[in-house]
């Protein structure tokens, strides 16, 4: 069993920045995906980026440009967002995905507003 518990939301302006991060209770980043979800108000989970096993990123279209999937190489992953949008506000959700597994952290709010 792994726990993945999200921080670093909270209320930015727009155009702010803010850094989330996901960290599991055991070192095994390396050897899974994980990925961003996210889901606003009203609105269905969303696919925002994700990191392979190998390091390789990919993001939505949405947030291409303005945010960044990293991670220490073990046990944290982080979303670096810049010049966020209104739009961005909702629930952000760690998932790792491998070997059958699949778990979820509990979110944590971003709420993009002047």
């Known amino acids: 069993q792994v726990q993945l518990v999200e921080s670093g939301g909270g209320l930015v302006q727009p155009g702010g920045s803010l850094r989330l991060s996901c960290a599991a209770s055991?070192?095994?980043?390396?050897?899974?995906?994980v990925a961003w979800y996210r889901q606003p108000p009203g609105k269905q989970r969303e696919l925002v980026a994700v990191?392979?096993?190998?390091?390789?990123t990919d993001y939505a279209d949405s947030v291409k440009g303005r945010f960044i999937i990293s991670r220490d190489n073990v046990k944290t992953v982080y979303l670096q967002m810049n010049n966020l949008k209104p739009e961005d506000t909702a629930v952000y959700y760690c998932?790792?995905?491998?070997?059958?597994?699949?778990?979820w952290g509990q979110g944590t709010q971003v709420t993009v507003s002047s």
């Open positions: 990191i392979s096993s190998g390091g390789t």
């Open positions: 055991r070192n095994i980043f390396n050897i899974y995906n």
């Open positions: 998932r790792l995905t491998g070997f059958g597994h699949d778990y």
